[in-house]
């Protein structure tokens, strides 16, 4: 079946650093990708999406570029802040049937100052 | 707008005791869903219900029961506690069936002893 493996954590940097976090998927149609973000003690939210090969996801200055020929999507952002500690979860839908969003396991990010 | 509530917070059980978690949303979704996240593994649906009155099984159903009492509300019932059941549930909920985006509670933290 379809599923998202991601980079195990824990990540630790310093504030102003360089983040990737990588993500990548198996999946035998076409699907949507996501990535959520989770703060402490809070549910997780919607951080960027791509929806088809090449589209970039952005937003809050973290982007993900969707390539199908990798099979990858990869978080990444120039320039961490220590408000952006939070556990970060890659997903995927299958474009079909949104009631099965497959998650990976979760990265831990925490950003020192 | 108070977006997805869910009670309790917490939650300590012994094996074999029943609770049921409640989850309520404002946003007037159709779609509602239960998630458990395990370490390392994830979030992994249980039980979802794309509109009031239907409920369907999701990938790890087992133990569990499920209520869409109406439009706002979808609980999720454990009948007899196993250690195994020990996690943190999320319910969740989207505007329609396949939304994209879906909005998280901030979760309910279940030990069974």
């Known amino acids: 079946g379809d599923s998202v493996t991601q980079m195990e954590g824990p990540v630790t940097l310093s504030e102003e650093a360089f983040l990737t976090i990588n993500c990548t998927y198996t999946?035998?149609?076409?699907?949507?990708l996501f990535w959520y973000v989770q703060y402490p003690g809070e549910g997780l939210q919607l951080l960027l999406k791509?929806?088809?090969?090449?589209d970039k996801g952005s937003n809050k200055g973290f982007e993900a570029t969707y390539r199908k020929e990798t099979t990858s999507f990869h978080l990444e952002k120039g320039s961490v802040q220590v408000s952006d500690s939070a556990v970060y979860f890659c997903?995927?839908?299958?474009?079909?049937?949104?009631?099965?969003?497959?998650f990976g396991a979760g990265t831990r990010l925490t950003v020192k100052p | 707008n108070a977006g997805v509530t869910q009670t309790p917070k917490f939650q300590v059980l012994k094996t074999g005791q029943s609770m049921t978690l409640q989850c309520a949303q404002d946003?007037?979704?159709?779609?509602m869903y239960w998630y458990r996240q395990d370490p390392g593994m994830g979030l992994r649906l249980i039980y979802y219900?794309?509109?009031?009155?239907?409920?369907d099984k999701g990938e790890v159903p087992n133990g569990y029961n499920v209520s869409r009492l109406n439009k706002r509300e979808f609980s999720l019932r454990l009948e007899s506690a196993a250690p195994s059941q020990t996690s943190v549930y999320f319910c969740?909920?989207?505007?329609?069936?396949?939304?994209?985006?879906?909005?998280f509670g901030p979760g309910t933290r279940l030990t069974v002893l």
């Open positions: 219900s794309a509109s009031e009155g239907t409920t």
């Open positions: 997903a995927l839908s299958d474009g079909l049937n949104n009631n099965d969003m497959r």
């Open positions: 791509a929806t088809k090969a090449d």
């Open positions: 999946a035998t149609g076409y699907p949507s």
């Open positions: 969740a909920s989207s505007e329609v069936p396949g939304s994209d985006e879906q909005f």
């Open positions: 946003m007037n979704h159709n779609s």
